[in-house]
T-cell receptor
Framework: NAGVMQNPRHLVRRRGQEARLRCSPM?????VYWYRQLPEEGLKFMVY????????ESGMPKERFSAEFPKEGPSILRIQQVVRGDSAAYFC????????????FGPGTRLTVL | GQNIDQPTEMTATEGAIVQINCTYQ??????LFWYQQHAGEAPTFLSY????GLEEKGRFSSFLSRSKGYSYLLLKELQMKDSASYLC?????????????FGTGTRLTVIP
């Protein structure tokens, strides 16, 4: 049973470019969460999605960041016009349906903005 | 909002016992999680407490006191591979059904 998959594992972008991060949840999981981890800091919640719905995006920056979880395919975290401060590890987690289930984390995407 | 505090770093000796504390303040507490994270890797689930008391799972135990806003993770018979960051996270029902809010993590170094 494959775990949460994220790709790419490492992504390098120049300032102003777009970054697209993908997350495939564990089989049977319909809830996806995105977290950001800056160097030497804790994980910060960004957004919580279910299939075709954004449930809570209270942790998302208001500009340049967006997320989706379509009916088919992986969840996508999109960062437009990246800046150096976006350099971080972005982790995706998934859980079973139901409000209070354990979250399983993917290996993360390490974004470096030059 | 949520406020979660845990020590930044700890060092312990192989074979010993170490206790990592976590204090929290949150308006809609609905569970506390401990995760282990090795450098450059994903967090992995260790334990979950929603009621007061001690939960034991092999060498790892976790304790919760909701009235004090306090939890600890206890690691027994430390092994070198236990060197990692230990993340305390709380679930806050008022901000979202299953969102987790993490502390900055405690980096544990196990020495021979």
């Amino acid at each position: 049973n494959a775990g949460v998959m994220q790709n790419p594992r490492h992504l390098v972008r120049r300032r102003g470019q777009e970054a697209r991060l993908r997350c495939s949840p564990m089989k049977g999981h319909s809830h996806v969460y995105w977290y950001r981890q800056l160097p030497e800091e804790g994980l910060k919640f960004m957004v919580y999605l279910q299939k075709e719905n954004i449930i809570d995006e209270s942790g998302m920056p208001k500009e340049r960041f967006s997320a989706e979880f379509p009916k088919e395919g992986p969840s996508i975290l999109r960062i437009q016009q990246v800046v150096r401060g976006d350099s971080a590890a972005y982790f995706c987690a998934s859980s079973l349906p139901g409000d209070y289930n354990e979250q399983f984390f993917g290996p993360g995407t390490r974004l470096t903005v030059l | 909002g949520q406020n979660i505090d845990q020590p930044t770093e700890m060092t312990a000796t192989e074979g010993a016992i170490v206790q990592i504390n976590c204090t929290y303040q949150t308006s809609g507490f609905n569970g506390l999680f401990w995760y282990q994270q090795h450098a450059g890797e994903a967090p992995t689930f260790l334990s979950y407490n929603v009621l007061d008391g001690l939960e034991e799972k092999g060498r790892f135990s976790s304790f919760l006191s909701r009235s004090k806003g306090y939890s600890y993770l206890l690691l027994k018979e430390l092994q070198m591979k236990d060197s990692a960051s230990y993340l305390c996270a709380v679930r806050d029902i008022q901000t979202g059904a299953n969102n987790l809010f993490f502390g900055t993590g405690t980096r544990l170094t196990v020495i021979p």
